[in-house]
């Protein structure tokens, strides 16, 4: 008769007992995922999760703010659809997005990602509240492009458990996302963060805590010398952009600021500036007259171009 072998269960904890390295589980994979705050960044990231299967509690402070950011789903969804096919039927997805106006709806979800506006106070208060009601073992992203990671883990009692998640606009078009680790943020806690950028099919790159981190560094000086060139009249705002275009960048500079929010640029510049204290990051005098005059590029209809009355 044939001898069967039994797999010994105790061998794992013999590899263990003699240095033998053990395996490494992977990071558990979130099933719940709140996102805060429903304007272009919060719908977006909140559409790509659900479109990933994951369940999505998306939270603002208002019914209309909550019912733009999922007319902006429909639509977003409807464009993609009509260039091919969508990984599942958009009404399951749109079904996965229940959407609060209470923080506290936030309470069972394995995740949460920020995306308020770029004010360090705003956002450290909310942070503050966020640690209150979500469970502790949530983890508590923020979409910040430049507001130190660090600083906002402080407002709360799990600063291991705080993460950057920069990702960029139009979220469910652009497959990069930037990872911050904060001065206190756990291995633990940025493996599960790498888990969900890949669940999410986003190249993570990763970044240090530095204002602007490795993108806004980059880009805000860019966009910030193409304002003071048009204020300068170097060239008409077409004249800039098709130059830059010219160079292989796939959209102009200004062009690029109004799809960002030339506020959301303004307030980039004003964090890098005042944080690392360089006069190289003052922002244009025309960018804050055109945010003065609420001029704020896509989102308001008119900014360096114009796109209709909003």
């Not at 998640?165 to 680790?181: D, G, T």
């Not at 099919?201 to 806004?216: C, L, R």
């Not at 799809?259 to 990051?281: F, N």
Request: one cysteine or more; aromatic letters at 4%.
């Amino acid at each position: 008769m044939e001898r069967r072998t039994v797999p010994d269960r105790r061998s794992h904890a013999r590899g263990a007992a003699t240095g033998e390295p053990a395996a490494k589980a992977d990071p558990p994979k979130p099933e719940q995922v709140g996102v805060v705050g429903a304007g272009t960044m919060g719908a977006g990231i909140a559409q790509v999760c659900a479109m990933a299967g994951l369940q999505v509690v998306l939270v603002d402070v208002g019914l209309e703010q909550l019912q733009r950011g999922q007319a902006a789903i429909a639509a977003s969804l409807a464009r993609i659809e009509a260039k091919g096919p969508l990984p599942r039927p958009a009404t399951e997805i749109t079904g996965r997005i229940r959407t609060s106006t209470a923080i506290k709806d936030l309470a069972k979800v394995d995740f949460v990602i920020e995306a308020a506006f770029e004010d360090a106070a705003v956002k450290a208060d909310l942070f503050a509240k966020l640690d209150a009601a979500c469970k502790p073992a949530a983890i508590l992203a923020s979409n910040t492009s430049s507001i130190s990671i660090t600083k906002l883990a402080a407002a709360t009692k799990r600063p291991s458990q705080v993460v950057g998640m920069h990702f960029m606009n139009p979220v469910p078009m652009i497959a990069y996302v930037e990872l911050i680790r904060g001065l206190q943020t756990a291995d633990a806690t940025m493996a599960r963060t790498r888990e969900l950028a890949k669940t999410l099919g986003k190249t993570a790159v990763e970044s240090n805590d530095s204002p602007g981190f490795i993108a806004n560094r980059v880009l805000m000086p860019m966009i910030n010398e193409a304002v003071f060139a048009l204020s300068e009249n170097v060239g008409t705002a077409e004249a800039i952009d098709t130059m830059m275009k010219g160079l292989s960048f796939p959209m102009g500079p200004l062009a690029l600021a109004d799809l960002i929010g030339l506020d959301v640029c303004l307030a980039v510049l004003e964090v890098m500036q005042r944080d690392l204290g360089d006069p190289k990051y003052r922002p244009a005098p025309l960018l804050r007259q055109y945010v003065q005059a609420g001029w704020l590029g896509r989102k308001s209809g008119r900014g360096f171009f114009s796109y209709g009355a909003k």
